[in-house]
């Protein structure tokens, strides 16, 4: 018995075909979970505004406290609590930048010379 998995995540198209049924239905909960991670109410933006809900991921939250909002509807003095801060102390940017080879540990400002951008790659 063949079992054809297709499906889309992220714009990609994924097949492949699986003859045991517990690997078959094993391959099918570890692709679809991490898509039905987005729709879980636990990782969704906490906006809500008349019944109008935000499904982006929560990313802002006060320091010390749980992610509530989203990009777009984060309240006054919340902070990326998901990227990687610089490493200089008291500074509460988001890093970017190393030496090549290494990962992202500095921001902008606190970047030293010959330092890149690791995530985008430009100097």
Do not use: W
């Not at 809500?48 to 990009?71: E, F, I, L, P, T």
């Not at 988001?94 to 540990?105: L, Q, R, S, V």
Request: hydrophobic share 30%; aromatic share 16%.
């Amino acid at each position: 018995m063949n079992n054809e998995i297709f499906f889309r995540m992220n714009n990609e198209i994924f097949f492949s075909i699986i003859d045991d049924e517990y690997k078959f239905q094993e391959e099918i909960k570890k692709h679809f979970n991490s898509v039905l991670k987005f729709y879980n109410k636990s990782y969704r933006c906490k906006y809500n505004n008349m019944g109008v809900k935000c499904y982006k991921h929560k990313v802002y939250g006060y320091k010390n406290d749980s992610r509530m909002y989203c990009r777009n509807h984060k309240l006054p003095g919340m902070v990326n609590l998901v990227s990687k801060k610089c490493i200089v102390s008291n500074c509460n940017k988001t890093a970017f930048f190393n030496y090549p080879g290494y990962k992202k540990e500095y921001c902008n400002i606190h970047k030293k010379s010959n330092m890149i951008n690791i995530i985008n790659k430009i100097s």
